[in-house]
């Protein structure tokens, strides 16, 4: 059970020019406090803007520190968007990620991606270094690393990987600037935004089911309980709700003392 | 049906495989190692899988049959279970599936010619031998998929001592009402009442619809069991229980009628705490279970009240001898 409804989304790239129309779309600030990659937050707070910088392991950092920082908890969705290479798909062509591997790592991972799309899909290996190309994949620099990292604290439905390609073999690296990457993804823009609005509905359906009803609230704020007493009290109206026991829900209306609502749980 | 099929590597060109694929063109298809990849991942959610539509096809490994739980059987002396699926198409509030594994894909282990080999192995005695599917799965949901019972019923034709059940809440017979009846195959439905099933029973077939495939495979001529399992409570149990058995006894051919079972709805507790957490405010969790041991489960009284009256109904259409209660 959640005590209240809030559904975060997270959006992590390595570059912030790899984001330039989520940040057209949206007023966004910087949280000072956070120094070691840039985070963004939006008025309601409940969407974030993490660029992590590329390159090994710095996007599973700060995945790790924002759920070590109870900023990203259960209900938070995660989703890395972000260029990549491929050696035989279009450039500017944009794919879910639905398997995903690593150079030197047997594990692999298979996004759920369980929120309808039109997106195609293709599988994506991590790789150390960039310029390095295999049939019939999209290599990056992050994805497997951010994968591993987010499933230690979300469930792996709400974790999602989009790539929209940037280079191939032809591709000359060693030019590559980082200004081409908005043009690249803006082209998408629309798609991206109505696949993350439709995660997000998704999942506030979804967590909705699981949020404790007002009298909870109601008895908090006017009562101390300890964590165990909390949860002792959630399973008790969940019951009472469960079975439609309007006639003790109401007697909770008028108790005085917390010691009346512990007799009243024990006598029920 | 499907949105996404996973095919291990080492069954891709399994014939069945091919079959499968071939049905189903527009699924996005991965190709995997081993089911566990998926399957087994902590940090899963069984209530979102459960909206993915997943499937996933594999070989089984390892042992295919196992003995049945002590206290499960309708009259064998030896009876397995075995499983060619794992998970269902039908979403029961009370299956205990949900706290058993991690992932609600459904996962098809196409090498039933391995399946049907340990059970040819086990059947060159003359005992009387049982073997159970629909313990991890529906038997027949997904028969259009799976082709299972065409596959098997065949071999249990050549098998005198050994029986077949297939446990189901699918109305999905025109593979029986096409062929002769099997003496050693019993085609098994479950039940609640009405009330009841369309409260936690979701996307199964309405209980009216049940009774009545249960009454053509009789008239057809094939073996058919009741599966009154698990009982659950309901204000007005004595009343609409009374009237589902009414309503399953009074037409069908009692002749064909292989057996009936009985059984309770109890959870191993860790089993309990992980599909309430699920649906925590599911009233079926919140309404009379209580901590028994091991086991979470309704007071031994009631248990013994409403077997009691299910018991002493049934008796009013049929022997004692072909009633079971599954402990």
């Known amino acids: 059970m959640i005590e209240k409804l809030n559904v975060k989304l997270f959006i992590f790239a390595a570059y912030k020019a790899e984001l330039y129309f989520i940040f057209d779309k949206n007023k966004l600030t910087k949280i000072s406090q956070i120094s070691k990659f840039d985070v963004y937050v939006n008025n309601e707070k409940d969407l974030y803007v993490v660029i992590s910088g590329s390159s090994y392991c710095k996007m599973s950092y700060a995945v790790a520190y924002l ?32 398997k995903i591997t690593h150079k030197f790592y047997k594990k692999k991972y298979y996004p759920a991606n369980i929120v309808d799309n039109n997106f195609n899909v293709a599988e994506l290996m991590t790789i150390i270094d960039p310029g390095h190309y295999e049939d019939n994949k999209i290599m990056d620099m992050e994805a497997y690393d951010f994968f591993m990292s987010s499933l230690k604290f979300v469930n792996y439905e709400q974790i999602f990987i989009l790539k929209i390609i940037s280079d191939n073999s032809s591709s000359d690296l060693a030019n590559f600037k980082k200004e081409s990457l908005s043009v690249l993804i803006n082209d998408k ?75 009243l749980m024990s006598d029920v | 049906m499907f949105k996404k099929i996973f095919i291990e590597k080492n069954i891709l060109d399994h014939p069945r495989t091919k079959q499968i694929i071939a049905k189903y063109n527009n699924a996005e298809k991965v190709i995997c190692n081993h089911y566990g990849e998926i399957f087994n991942l902590n940090n899963q959610s ?162 009216n619809s049940r009774i009545r495939a249960l009454h053509l495979l009789a008239a057809s001529g094939w073996n058919v069991g009741v599966r009154l399992d698990p009982l659950i409570y309901h204000a007005e149990f004595n009343k609409i229980y009374a009237e589902l058995i009414s309503k399953i006894f009074s037409n069908l051919d009692l002749r064909k009628l292989h057996s009936i079972s009985v059984g309770q709805l109890r959870f191993p507790k860790d089993v ?39 018991i002493k109904k049934l008796n009013n259409y049929v022997s004692k001898d072909l009633i079971f209660s599954c402990k």
Do not use: W
């Open chain 1, 67 to 98: 759920a070590g920082a109870n900023i990203l908890d259960k209900q938070s969705i995660l989703v890395n968007i972000g260029i990549a290479g491929a050696k035989d798909y279009k450039k500017s062509s944009i794919f879910l990620i639905n």
């Open chain 2, 272 to 310: 309990f705490n992980k599909i309430y957490n699920l649906y925590p405010k599911e009233k079926l969790f919140n309404n009379l279970l209580t901590n028994r041991g091991k086991l979470i489960s309704y007071d031994e009284d009631l248990e013994k009240n409403m077997e009691a009256f299910i």
């Open chain 1, 189 to 263: 823009a629309s798609e991206i935004i109505k696949f993350l609005t439709d995660i997000k509905i998704f999942f506030n359906d979804y967590y909705a089911e699981f949020v404790l009803s007002n009298y909870y609230h109601k008895i908090i704020d006017k009562f101390h309980f300890t964590h165990s007493e909390k949860n002792k009290l959630a399973k008790f109206l969940l019951k009472l709700e469960a079975n439609s026991d309007s006639k003790t829900l109401s007697l909770l209306e008028k108790l005085v003392s917390k010691n009346e609502l512990i007799k």
């Open chain 2, 46 to 207: 069984f209530r979102l899988s459960k909206k993915s539509k997943t499937l996933i096809i594999a070989k089984k490994n390892g042992k295919k049959l196992l003995p049945t739980p002590e206290g499960f059987g309708i009259g064998g002396s030896e009876n397995y279970y075995f499983s060619h699926m794992l998970n269902c198409l039908y979403d029961c509030r009370y299956c205990f599936l949900q706290g058993l594994y991690n992932s609600a894909h459904y996962i098809l282990f196409v090498n039933y010619e391995d399946f049907i080999a340990e059970i040819k192995d086990l059947s060159n005695d003359n005992n009387k031998r049982y073997f159970f599917s629909g313990y991890d799965c529906d038997s027949l949901a997904l028969e259009n998929v799976t082709n299972f019972a065409k596959e098997f019923l065949p071999i249990f034709r050549q098998l005198n001592n050994s029986y077949l059940e297939l446990r189901t809440k699918s109305v999905n017979i025109n593979l029986f009402l096409e062929s002769d009846p099997i003496e050693n195959a019993i085609i098994a439905f479950s039940f609640t009442p009405d009330e009841i099933s369309k409260l936690i029973e979701h996307k199964v077939p309405p209980v």
